[in-house]
């Protein structure tokens, strides 16, 4: 079975240009997670979504990022602008159901270095 | 609001030594606690929960025990072996929480040989 999908691996970008980063969930599940991974602030939950509609948003750390789910099997974060302190690993996990104790399937991660 | 506070790393120890990570939470329900393992260059991939108090989750040699008394949920290896090398995190989640993943800040254990 397929796990989650992230893409791309690796992303180098200069300060200024957007970045989109994309996820494909375990197919059947129903919700949806991003996270941000730095050596500074460990892991934070930026934003979730369960049966496409975002529920929680509150991680997200201001208006230059912005996370859509236009349908069950595909995902996107995007920053525009990027900046330098955006460099992290950013990780997508989905779940089959958010609304009890089930546990998360993370992808490999984007590592994402804005210069 | 909910929290998980674990030990600090890194933890060095050598192959075939004895492990204990441990892990304290504080949440106002009756969470599900988990412990999930990160390799390097990988996601967080489970490796043990427990739903209930007294219940002890095990995987891979590893154990962990829900204690609601002292509200702890500590990680336990007889043997670490080179491949556990890796960085670990204690979590829980809640009704209370909406069910998200509240992690501690993680724990790197290296084993060396």
């Known amino acids: 079975d397929a796990g989650v999908i992230q893409s791309p691996r690796h992303e180098v970008t200069e300060m200024g240009q957007e970045v989109t980063l994309r996820c494909k969930p375990i197919?059947?599940?129903?919700?949806l997670f991003w996270y941000r991974q730095t050596m500074m602030r460990g892991l934070e939950l930026l934003i979730y979504?369960?049966?496409?509609?975002?529920?929680?948003d509150s991680g997200m750390p201001e208006d230059r990022f912005s996370a859509k789910m236009p349908n069950a099997s595909f995902s996107t974060l995007k920053i525009q602008p990027s900046e330098p302190r955006d460099s992290a690993v950013y990780f997508c996990?989905?779940?089959?159901?958010?609304?009890?104790?089930?546990?998360?399937?993370f992808g490999p991660g984007t590592r994402l270095t804005v210069l | 609001g909910d929290s998980v506070t674990q030990m600090e790393g890194p933890v060095t120890l050598s192959e075939e030594a004895f492990l204990t990570i441990n892990c304290t939470y504080t949440?106002?329900?009756?969470?599900?606690l988990f412990w999930y393992v990160q390799y390097p260059g990988e996601g967080l991939q489970l490796l043990l929960k427990?739903?209930?108090?007294?219940d002890k989750g095990s995987n891979k040699g590893f154990e962990a025990t829900y204690r609601k008394e002292t509200t702890s949920f500590h990680l336990e290896k007889g043997s670490v072996q080179v491949s556990d090398s890796a960085v670990y995190f204690c979590?829980?989640?809640?009704?209370?929480?909406?069910?998200?993943?509240?992690f501690g800040s993680g724990t790197r254990l290296l084993v060396r040989p």
């Open positions: 427990a739903t209930k108090a007294d």
């Open positions: 197919s059947g599940h129903n919700s």
């Open positions: 979590a829980l989640s809640s009704m209370d929480s909406s069910y998200k993943l509240i």
């Open positions: 949440a106002t329900g009756y969470p599900s």
């Open positions: 996990a989905s779940t089959p159901d958010s609304t009890s104790y089930n546990e998360q399937f």
């Open positions: 979504f369960n049966n496409n509609v975002p529920i929680d």
